[in-house]
T-cell receptor, first 113, second 112 residues
Framework: DTAVSQTPKYLVTQMGNDKSIKCEQN?????MYWYKQDSKKFLKIMFS???????INETVPNRFSPKSPDKAHLNLHINSLELGDSAVYFC????????????FGPGTRLLVL | GENVEQHPSTLSVQEGDSAVIKCTYS??????FPWYKQELGKGPQLIID?????GEKKDQRIAVTLNKTAKHFSLHITETQPEDSAVYFC???????????FGTGTSLTVIP
């Protein structure tokens, strides 16, 4: 009965590879987010989708491409992985746009070698 | 855009003492201020939040205060316990758009 789930939990891969992280929420929320947390614990928003429509796209390299097949899922695909992509990636969801609690998933720990 | 500053970055307290973490924000339009606790290896979890029409909110050992004029808000944890040890994040959210602006986090250690 996990509210926001992510797979995989750990991802170790070589530089230059392409990988995907999946996120699902069963809260009935219509807005989902991807955050990146670096080694200093800074939480930085990457993308936000509302009802499958891209709302926020921060200054993220275009190697990162979010895909939302339906409002319960928001996947993150990363092309040509670089060492600097190593971080923890969190998915989150909220009920409506703005001013509502965001619920976070457990995170995906990505290590690029 | 909004800018949130959080202090201190690290905090150590003895078990049973109180802990206070402070945040300031820059956008006077921000009207929602959540606090998250992140335990090692886990995602951030909401512990308390406050809206701009309220000055203080309390939930057992945790309280949050908001000063809209000074644009700062604080998290107060009383009677700290070892299980309170974690990284705490404040955030501010403007009424339009759907973006949270997070502080840089405070690593709290409660010493038994």
């Amino acid at each position: 009965d996990t509210a926001v789930s992510q797979t995989p939990k750990y991802l170790v891969t070589q530089m230059g590879n392409d990988k995907s992280i999946k996120c699902e929420q069963n809260l009935g929320h219509d807005t989902m987010y991807w955050y990146k947390q670096d080694s200093k614990k800074f939480l930085k928003i990457m993308f936000s989708y509302n009802n499958k429509e891209l709302i926020i796209n921060e200054t993220v390299p275009n190697r990162f491409s979010p895909k939302s097949p339906d409002k319960a899922h928001l996947n993150l695909h990363i092309n040509s992985l670089e060492l600097g992509d190593s971080a923890v990636y969190f998915c989150a969801s909220s009920q409506i746009q703005g001013g509502e609690t965001q619920y976070f998933g457990p995170g995906t720990r990505l290590l690029v070698l | 855009g909004e800018n949130v500053e959080q202090h201190p970055s690290t905090l150590s307290v003895q078990e049973g003492d109180s802990a206070v973490i402070k945040c300031t924000y820059s956008d006077s339009a921000s009207n929602y201020f959540p606090w998250y606790k992140q335990e090692l290896g886990k995602g951030p979890q909401l512990i308390i939040d406050i809206r701009s029409n309220v000055g203080e909110k309390k939930d057992q050992r945790i309280a949050v205060t908001l000063n809209k004029t000074a644009k700062h808000f604080s998290l107060h944890i009383t009677e700290t316990q070892p299980e309170d040890s974690a990284v705490y994040f404040c955030a501010a959210s403007p009424p339009t758009g759907n973006q949270f602006y997070f502080g840089t986090g405070t690593s709290l250690t409660v010493i038994p």
